[in-house]
């Protein structure tokens, strides 16, 4: 737009780049920036740089992280025997927010997809084996996504941590808490019936 | 979050005060920047700072501009005889896609706002009446909002300009283009009726 100057277009333009931030959001949300103090601009920009200066990730559980071993990783009051293994730091950070797993992660950054391209060697699959190896693991939860490569990766995984005898747990599959049963897809229904449980 | 790093903590915390983005869309926005290229990143803090330092007011419209005058007043293919009065850049920009407009505009920067405190002291409307004394002007076209505020500045501004010997125009109210009369609004509907014309 010959209207809009160089600078304005080319916020609009970087903005417009971010996943669901069609043309006209980046509009509203570059005339936001151009009207707010210099201070938050500021801070704002800082704080895009930042993230990708400071943070990387964990030696151990793959978390991200700007100290290593990462804050859960160094909790002592977390247990090294259970370990919670997730696509992505988001995932973890949704288990965090309920407050009640008291193990320790661990991220694959991504789960497995053929028409992707996405093998076992691009996830971190080879680290979570070579840290149940050592011994002091007792169980597994698998809580990757209960989608098609979630589940391919959850059976693969299953395959390779079964023999270092540890115990492997999937996380449950079903109908979601205040759902109703009329609304449910047949797929969650089906491993609702069929992952029932004795009362 | 304890579970967050800090920088990454920050980063949601800036993106959220942005205007529409939640938490949980500053928390997927923050994930993506973390995972884009550092380029990338880069460009985005670029552009948010130059927007803040590159971008000032044009000395003749008040358009956001980075040079001066800006270059919709700096146009010889434009007329200096017709200005539009707006109450915003984007919605000079608005008009400016339909790209039929060949005069110049005058940017508010608000509109009369008893309740918010924004008297005729806070918007550019001395400068407006300064620029149509000049002469050279022929007709203003008032294109505030249609809302309460922007029809009170529209009033306000035909009171202050009738005197002054120049031809002033309102937009038209009345029933979007494709919209259904079963659907508009009651107060649409009448300006609709009352701005009738003869076919």
Redesign the interface.
Known sequence: ????????Q??I???T?????GRK?A????????K?S?E????????????????FLCSQCFN????DP???CADPNRSDEIICVVE???D??AI??IGEFKGKYHILHGALSPLSGVGPENLKIKELIERVKKGRVKEVIIATNPDAEGSATALYLTKLLKPLNVKVTRIAEGVPSGGNLEYIDPATLRKSLEGRREV
């Open positions: 737009m010959a209207s809009t100057t160089k600078p304005l080319e916020l333009d970087a903005l780049k971010l996943p669901g931030i959001t509009q509203r949300l570059a005339f936001h920036i151009l707010s210099k938050e601009a500021q801070r704002l920009a800082n704080a895009i740089l930042d993230v990708k200066e400071k943070i991200i992280t700007d100290t990462c804050s859960i992505q730091p988001s973890m950070m965090e927010t």
